[in-house]
């Protein structure tokens, strides 16, 4: 099995391209991209909708584990969005289970051309061991990475405060971290800054 080809359209909205299933799929390094990761139901896909103003752009369930695949979009100029199977859960079939580790080694092991990993993880639970493990893996591979915390509206004000004082005090206050909520759209738009930001021709 080759690996897939990258073909980013000139002008579109951001655009479902391909999934991957095996680490021989894994296209070359040919676009930039950022990967969206985390803990499974951590709620990836419903903020790639929200990021790309697509309610179906990335498939959503509520049962944990349910993106087993890498998802590939074409994303802001000459850029590539990857959602990124689900971590830690419980629920999926063992045989799954058990080919997702190799696949996302395999696929962050071959990105030299990462702009950046968001790491999300549900305001609900903070940083957990799983999410840990990932932060060191990255450091591994040197890839840049920063956090986003998602389904903010289940915190009230005085909780996201707080929140983003343990984030300060457990990662470093030199941690980038963007605090949003894909059902209320808080933070999104700060993301999507972010985003382009990044995706911007450098002069």
Known sequence: MNPLEINIPEKRPVQFLFSVAESAQIPRASYKEIAFC???????SSLLNAL???KNLARTSKTPGRTQLLNFFAGPPE????????????LA???????????LLDYLESRQNMLKVALLFDARRFLRV??????RLLQDFALPYFFVVTKLDKLNKTEGEL??????????????????????RSG???LDWVVRDWCAPKK
Do not use: H
């Not at 985390?38 to 990836?44: F, T």
């Not at 799983?130 to 932060?135: E, M, S, T, Y």
């Not at 980038?176 to 059902?183: C, F, G, N, P, W």
């Open 79 to 90: 850029t590539v969005l990857v959602d990124v199977p689900g971590y830690g859960f419980a």
């Open 188 to 190: 999104v738009d700060a």
């Open 38 to 44: 985390g803990a499974s139901n951590v709620g990836k």
């Open 93 to 103: 079939p063992d045989d799954v289970r058990k080919s997702w580790s190799p696949l």
């Open 163 to 184: 929140l983003q004082k343990r984030i300060a005090e457990q990662m470093g206050e030199s941690c980038e971290v963007i605090l949003t909520s894909a059902k209320s």
């Open 52 to 54: 790309c103003r697509q």
């Open 130 to 135: 799983q999410d840990l493990d990932v932060v």
